[in-house]
């Protein structure tokens, strides 16, 4: 997934993840990796996650950004 401002998402804590339209909110852990895309933790498991799908990141409501899964 690349990234846009990985400061609004690294080292947080309230940090959520939504892949695919209409899934529930996952808290997330979100990792810079050396070739400069994002790694993705979920918190809780999620089944049936693929590349091309999109996953949007929210705080408070408020979207931080978003991409699309590698």
Do not use: W
Not at 21 to 37: E, G, H, I, S
């Amino acid at each position: 997934m690349e990234h846009h401002q990985p400061d609004l998402l690294l080292g947080r804590e309230d940090v959520i993840v939504k892949i695919r339209y209409r899934k529930q909110a996952n808290r997330c852990t979100v990792t810079l990796l050396p070739d400069q895309t994002l790694h993705v933790e979920l918190h809780e498991p999620l089944a049936a996650i693929a590349p091309g799908q999109a996953a949007a990141f929210y705080r408070n409501d408020v979207v931080l950004g978003g991409g699309i899964i590698l």
